[in-house]
């Protein structure tokens, strides 16, 4: 199964400037609480675990897969993507500004096990998350994602 399939339309490009780790954190849940694979209460535990425990969602030099436990409101298994064509800063000591983000909306511990395979691959694959935060529209992003 394609990442895809969990994606949708949920592909985020935002050329906003200076934001806020709160702010910043809106725009990667913003689709999925539209559309309401989330609850709003998702978007809020992230930030709550942020502001104990840090920036535990950046996993790498500009990329992100902020997340939070389901029971904090998943409604259904999602994945959003949004790109931060200026970068933000999440307040990673470890890896500078974030410009790519995966928000993971999964209804078990267990049931994402192959979408977390396949977003490894991709994180994994340099020229394909760069040409992702180089793309100017959702189409291009989405050519690239059907690998995976």
Not at 57 to 72: G, N, S, W
């Amino acid at each position: 199964m394609s990442i895809m399939n969990l994606i949708g339309d949920n592909i985020v490009i935002s050329n906003e400037q200076n934001l806020t780790v709160d702010a910043a954190l809106e725009i990667t849940c913003s689709k999925l609480v539209e559309q309401g694979k989330v609850e709003t209460t998702y978007l809020e535990a992230i930030k709550q675990k942020h502001k104990e425990i840090g920036a535990y969602y950046v996993l790498a030099p500009k990329i992100a897969m902020p997340h939070a436990r389901p029971e904090d409101g998943v409604n259904e298994a999602a994945l959003q993507i949004t790109v931060f064509k200026n970068g933000v800063d999440l307040e990673s000591e470890d890896n500078g500004d974030v410009f790519f983000s995966v928000t993971l909306a999964a209804l078990d511990s267990d049931s994402h096990i192959q979408t977390i395979v396949a977003l490894s691959e991709l994180f994994q694959n340099d020229e394909d998350i760069e040409a992702i935060i180089a793309a100017d529209n959702e189409a291009s992003i989405a050519n690239i994602l059907n690998k995976y």
